[in-house]
Nanobody
Framework: QVQLSESGGGSVQSGGSLRLSCEAS???????MGWFRQAPGKEYEGVAAIDNQGRTSYADSLQGRFTISRDNAKNTLYLQMTNLNTEDTAMYYCVADWPRGGVDWWLRRAGPDFGHRGQGTQVTVSS
């Protein structure tokens, strides 16, 4: 079973940037991978995803502030986050899943029980 370990979270001020990383314990070349988040009292939501061909999908609300990438040679997924605001405060989870549907569908339909998920890394943005 693939194990995922996130890092890179922390506390920043509005307008700041963070880069999240997710290291997988095994080869994930064939998997869809993505970042999901959940804030207290809010629903679990997809932030960004990348399929096994490198196609990406992003939540509509991000307005181009985040960039997802993967390095299959290092079994690592990244999320570069810029111009952070308080609405981005949440626990961010890395998820790896066998391909199902397209990456757009997967990002918007995957729930907390989809695929393999890490323990999460907290991102806190203050005003």
């Amino acid at each position: 079973q693939v194990q995922l370990s996130e890092s890179g979270g922390g506390s920043v001020q509005s307008g700041g940037s963070l880069r999240l990383s997710c290291e997988a314990s095994d080869a994930v070349r064939g998997y869809f991978m993505g970042w999901f988040r959940q804030a207290p009292g809010k629903e679990y939501e997809g932030v960004a995803a990348i399929d096994n061909q490198g196609r990406t999908s992003y939540a509509d609300s991000l307005q181009g502030r985040f960039t997802i990438s993967r390095d299959n040679a290092k079994n690592t997924l990244y999320l570069q986050m810029t111009n952070l605001n308080t609405e981005d405060t949440a626990m961010y989870y890395c998820v790896a899943d066998w391909p199902r549907g397209g990456v757009d569908w997967w990002l918007r339909r995957a729930g907390p029980d989809f695929g393999h998920r890490g323990q999460g890394t907290q991102v806190t943005v203050s005003s």
